[in-house]
């Protein structure tokens, strides 16, 4: 039972250096989404997708980017890391045939110095 | 500016206490969820309510969904160490995939 598997678990980057994260579900799921979390802040939606070929913007995209050429993977890549990016991502899937329960990974711990 | 209030950020009690965490906002939603995130993992969804008024119980937990649904809360009875833990609630919108997340109660129980 994979579920909703992220690489890397933890990564270290310099200011300005690009890098995606990685994000793969194996049930099927229609929607996927990418959060980040802080500490006092909860988790704040990046972006989002409701199928294939369907992305959007979600609570804070700026200096993020996400593609959706299949229904398995939803990959999230920062362009020009920055220290404010200093976080742990979490990406997560549901479907309607699920109840829309949301499944998350397991976070990738991202420290950009 | 956190559309769902969460309190209190901290709790910290004894083994075999009871515990209230709510979640308000002053917007209606369609359902809310509770999640629980232990460290180094993802948020595990608890429950979810989708009905004013709705109370649900899993063994020593009762959600309640608050009659306009704007709120809910989470009540753990006879507190245990495995109960330690990040609790999150998380509202949606009507016909609407994104959810909105609380920004936590941090829960820790002592033996």
């Known amino acids: 039972n994979a579920g909703v598997t992220q690489t890397p678990k933890f990564q270290v980057l310099k200011t300005g250096q690009s890098m995606t994260l990685q994000c793969a579900q194996d049930?099927?799921?229609?929607?996927m989404s990418w959060y980040r979390q802080d500490p006092g802040m909860g988790l704040r939606l990046i972006h989002y997708?409701?199928?294939?070929?369907?992305?959007d913007q979600g609570e804070v995209p700026n200096g993020y980017n996400v593609s959706r050429s299949t229904t398995e993977d939803f990959p999230l890549r920062l362009l020009s890391a920055a220290p404010s990016q200093t976080s742990v991502y979490f990406c997560?899937?549901?479907?309607?045939?699920?109840?829309?329960?949301?499944?998350f990974g397991e976070g990738s711990w991202l420290t950009v110095v | 500016t956190q559309l769902l209030e969460q309190s209190p950020q901290f709790l910290s009690i004894q083994e075999g206490e009871n515990l209230t965490v709510y979640c308000n906002s002053s917007?209606?939603?369609?359902?809310l969820q509770w999640y629980r995130q232990e460290p180094g993992e993802g948020p595990v969804l608890l429950v979810t309510?989708?009905?004013?008024?709705e109370v649900k119980k899993l063994k020593r937990l009762t959600f309640q969904f608050g009659d306009a649904r704007k709120d809910s809360s989470l009540h753990i009875t006879a507190a245990q160490p495995g109960d330690t833990g990040l609790y999150l609630c998380a509202a949606q919108g009507a016909n609407d995939y994104k959810l909105s997340f609380g920004a936590g109660t941090t829960v820790t129980v002592r033996a």
């Open positions: 049930m099927n799921h229609e929607y």
């Open positions: 309510v989708v009905t004013g008024g």
């Open positions: 997560a899937s549901s479907s309607t045939v699920s109840g829309n329960t949301i499944y």
């Open positions: 917007s209606v939603f369609s359902s």
């Open positions: 997708s409701v199928g294939a070929g369907i992305t």
